[in-house]
Nanobody, 123 residues
Framework: QVRLVESGGGLVQPGGSLRLSCAAS????????MDWYRQAPGGERELVAG???????NYADSVKGRFTISRDNAKNMVYLQMNSLKPEDTAVYYC?????????????????WGQGIQVTVSS
């Protein structure tokens, strides 16, 4: 399994900004999609922003115009720039990636999750 590690979370006031980062590592692999999910207290995990290797991106309606997803394929990283943050953005944010991992002659599809990082928007 490819390992994903998130960073950049924390506490911010409403209207503020944060940038989340996610780094992928672990052997020989290629990534197709890299996405950001979030899960609010008592809620379901939901897709926030998704990206493809070719550069296509999509966003949940709730964050459109405020969040921007970007990728650095050479560094196996994905970012989420979050602007104009609202209290309802408070959640644990998870990085997700899928693609192909190579183990000697064995080739397998994978889907990996980061452990999550807390984002709290509060006065």
């Amino acid at each position: 399994q490819v390992r994903l590690v998130e960073s950049g979370g924390g506490l911010v006031q409403p209207g503020g900004s944060l940038r989340l980062s996610c780094a992928a590592s672990g052997g020989i692999f290629s990534i197709n999609d890299m996405d950001w999910y979030r899960q609010a207290p008592g809620g379901e995990r939901e897709l926030v922003a998704g990206s493809t290797r070719s550069g296509y991106s999509n966003y949940a309606d709730s964050v459109k115009g405020r969040f921007t997803i970007s990728r650095d394929n050479a560094k196996n990283m994905v970012y989420l720039q979050m602007n104009s943050l609202k209290p309802e953005d408070t959640a644990v944010y998870y990085c997700n990636a899928d693609g192909t991992v190579y183990n000697g002659p064995i080739q397998n599809n994978f889907r990996s999750w980061g452990q999550g990082i807390q984002v709290t928007v509060s006065s």
